[in-house]
């Protein structure tokens, strides 16, 4: 029989994107700006507290932003811990598309929504951040989280679609552009990382599970991951 590993525990981040807002159902780019959860996105965020209580967490990390500030608040209120919020955990600046819906940002700036139809992250809207902005700032507090995380136990951090989804390819080392494999997270959608201390590095251990099916409105996460 062989034996039980003596080594140390994993650690583990949960990355949570925020809950529904109005303009995520109108498909309205959100980026820096301040827009609160809806009915259902307060729901959503309730739906997922006990979920992350079940989890254990020792400690709670948010984007300073409404839609987050308020999602990490149901969890402030289930798990007892109080969250730290960090600017640089905040979705991509969306530039001059903020505040557009689809149609318009296609009327407005064709150029650029064509491009962001073919998998460009914003499109490269003017004033919109790039892929390396992102991850170099949301990077670094993920990995802060992390080893701030004692051995065997769990944080969790409170963000944003598109940011997640790029600063995890990129958290856990992957090629550039294999982010785009991965369909984007739900509203209140998880995804755990967890180190491998045996080998020295990360690895993916579970993505966008959810607590609410059925809960959640039209799922705009695919194919606009920004809003």
Do not use: I
């Not at 590993?5 to 990355?15: D, K």
């Not at 991509?92 to 009327?107: I, M, Q, S, Y």
């Amino acid at each position: 029989m062989a034996e039980a590993s003596s080594g140390p525990a994993p650690r583990r981040l949960v990355l949570l994107r925020h809950g529904q807002t109005a303009w995520n159902l109108e498909g309205r780019a959100q980026g820096h700006t301040d827009v609160s959860l809806d009915d259902t996105g307060h729901a959503q965020a309730r739906a997922v507290a006990p979920y992350v209580v079940s989890m254990g967490p020792v400690a709670l990390w948010s984007s300073d932003l409404a839609r987050a500030r308020e999602t990490a608040a149901c969890l402030e209120a289930a798990t007892g811990l109080a969250a730290r919020l960090d600017p640089r955990l905040r979705e991509f600046d969306v530039g001059l598309r903020a505040g557009l819906t689809t149609a318009e940002f296609a009327e407005r700036f064709p150029a650029e929504h064509a491009a962001w139809v073919s998998g460009h992250v914003t499109g490269g809207v003017p004033g919109a951040e790039t892929v390396g902005a992102v991850t170099g700032r949301m990077v670094p507090a993920l990995r802060e989280a992390l080893a701030a995380t004692p051995e065997g136990a769990t944080s969790v951090v409170v963000a944003h679609g598109a940011a997640l989804k790029v600063c995890l390819a990129a958290l856990l080392g992957w090629p550039d552009g294999l982010d785009q494999t991965l369909r984007g997270m739900d509203n209140c959608g998880w995804t755990t990382v967890e180190d491998d201390p045996a080998r020295g590095r990360l690895r993916l251990a579970s993505y966008n599970e959810t607590a609410h099916p059925g809960v959640h409105g039209p799922d705009f996460a695919s194919d606009a991951p920004v809003r």
